[in-house]
């Protein structure tokens, strides 16, 4: 079955530099792959997803990539704020959520 | 607040007793979820009900037993649970597009539970 790793697993920046989360996943069948932020003592919530044919997909400050021949994809946030510091989770599905598998989680501190 | 509301937020039990999680979800969504978060996993799929049939995930002991009365209603029910339960309950729902593909999982704030 699927397996998604995610490195690293806490992550500290100052504030305005940038941050970078990276995942792998094992199965070649994946094709959609959300990120999930999740606030102290709050639910995890989308920030953003990507699908398999596309290779990178940018919000404001948040962008995912996806390599698809490595198996791997990135979130990067630029100019961090202190209200990003929270735990990320990326995951990995084949078409839904029956079969979504999430990494461990990233813990990101922003330093003000 | 988002939508999907779970009850209780905080429960405490013993290993005999009985209880039961609720989730209500006023979105409209056809598929609901349970998902067990703890420090050693953090997001486990534990049940999926997908137009209110159950997607079996036969790694879930048996002292676990969904419920799913309508597409707004969600129950899990405990017993004789052990320490080892102690987690965060988290339900879910979502639209499932003619594909079975859904893309956002709206999640609720979770019962957090304790097995002494």
């Known amino acids: 079955g699927e397996n998604v790793e995610q490195h690293p697993s806490t992550l500290s920046v100052q504030e305005g530099d940038s941050a970078v989360i990276k995942c792998t996943y094992s199965d070649s069948a994946s094709n959609y792959f959300p990120w999930y932020k999740q606030e102290l003592g709050k639910r995890p919530q989308l920030i953003i997803d990507?699908?398999?044919?596309?290779g990178e997909k940018k919000d404001q400050r948040i962008a995912v990539t996806l390599n698809k021949t490595a198996k791997h994809f990135s979130l990067h946030i630029t100019e961090t704020q202190p209200e990003d510091s929270a735990v990320y989770f990326c995951a990995a599905s084949e078409t839904s959520y029956d079969k979504v598998i999430f990494g461990p989680g990233t813990s990101l501190s922003v330093i003000p | 607040e988002t939508g999907v509301t779970q009850t209780p937020r905080h429960l405490v039990m013993g290993m005999t007793n009985k209880k039961s999680l609720k989730c209500e979800q006023h979105l409209g969504h056809n598929a609901m979820y349970w998902y067990k978060q703890s420090a050693k996993k953090p997001l486990e799929l534990m049940f999926v009900y997908s137009l209110e049939e159950r997607v079996e995930n036969n790694s879930v002991p048996s002292r676990f037993s969904p419920e799913c009365p309508n597409s707004s209603h969600l129950f899990l029910h405990l017993h004789t649970l052990q320490p080892e339960d102690s987690a965060l309950y988290l339900c879910?729902?979502?639209?499932?597009?003619?594909?079975?593909?859904?893309?956002?999982?709206?999640f609720g704030s979770g019962t957090q539970l304790s097995v002494l």
């Open positions: 990507i699908r398999s044919n596309v």
């Open positions: 879910a729902s979502s639209q499932e597009d003619s594909d079975g593909f859904t893309e956002k999982l709206f």
